[in-house]
Structure formats: structure tokens, C-alpha cells
């Protein structure tokens, strides 16, 4: 099991930047998947970006392709979501997720059903 802990995010204007981190606890971190979703007012929840157990391997939604960086520190149990070029329809809250059932996978999964560890979520509004 992992235990999940976001911060950063926030309030910033279109255009801007935000950085998130999620510090995880637990002796499985550095080999499970990693993930960043979220959940606009109103929709459903959705894939962000996703990371391999080393760091190695990322994937992206097409919405955000270009404009996130997903990348984790194995050391510090930390991954970041580094989000650029923010848009008002990127405001959603945004969770953490890992999949800690399945070590070493170097396919990664968009599905939640596959991530079964998740944080409690931070705010990310953008502005116009």
C-alpha cells in the first residue's frame, strides 16, 4: 500500500504555471505506477499523466500533451505534475494515484480501475 499526500496547485491566470507534488509513503513507491487525474465541476473524472516505476516511460492525455510534465524522484517518494500554458478548462481537482499491486510494469494504464492507491485531491483554478 501507498499513502498519497498532494500539495502545491492553486489559483493562477491563463497562460500561467503550477507545480504539483505528491509525497507518498510506503515500501512499494518506487516500483509501482504513477499517476496524476482529475475531476472537473461536473464531469467525470479523467487521466492526466502517468509515469513507470523508474521515471523512464510517461504518458499523456492529448488536452494536456505539450503543456504537463509528469516526473518522480524515487528517492524523495515524490512525484510532480509540472503544469504550463494553464487554461480555464484545465480547473479541476487533481489527484494522485498509484497502481502499487503491480511492481515494475513498463506499460503504463490510463484506467482507474488499475490505480488502486489515491490521494485526497488539490485544487487547480485557472482564470481568465
Known amino acids: 500500500q501507498v499513502q498519497l499526500v498532494e500539495s502545491g496547485g492553486g489559483l493562477v491566470q491563463a497562460g500561467g504555471s503550477l507545480r504539483l507534488s505528491c509525497a507518498a509513503s510506503?515500501?512499494?513507491?518506487?516500483?509501482?505506477?504513477m499517476a496524476w487525474f482529475r475531476q472537473a465541476p461536473g464531469k467525470e473524472r479523467e487521466f492526466v499523466a502517468a509515469v513507470s516505476w523508474s521515471g523512464g516511460i510517461t504518458d499523456y492525455s492529448d488536452s494536456v500533451k505539450g503543456r504537463f510534465t509528469i516526473a518522480r524522484d524515487n528517492a524523495k517518494n515524490t512525484v510532480f505534475l509540472q503544469m504550463n500554458s494553464l487554461q480555464p478548462d484545465d480547473t479541476a481537482i487533481y489527484y494522485c494515484?498509484?497502481?502499487?499491486?503491480?511492481?515494475?510494469?513498463?506499460?503504463?494504464?490510463?484506467?482507474?480501475?488499475?490505480?488502486?492507491?489515491w490521494g485526497e485531491g488539490r485544487q487547480v483554478t485557472v482564470s481568465t
Open positions: 510506503g515500501r512499494t513507491f518506487s516500483t509501482s505506477t
Open positions: 494515484a498509484a497502481d502499487s499491486r503491480r511492481a515494475l510494469r513498463v506499460r503504463l494504464t490510463q484506467m482507474q480501475t488499475d490505480y488502486n492507491n
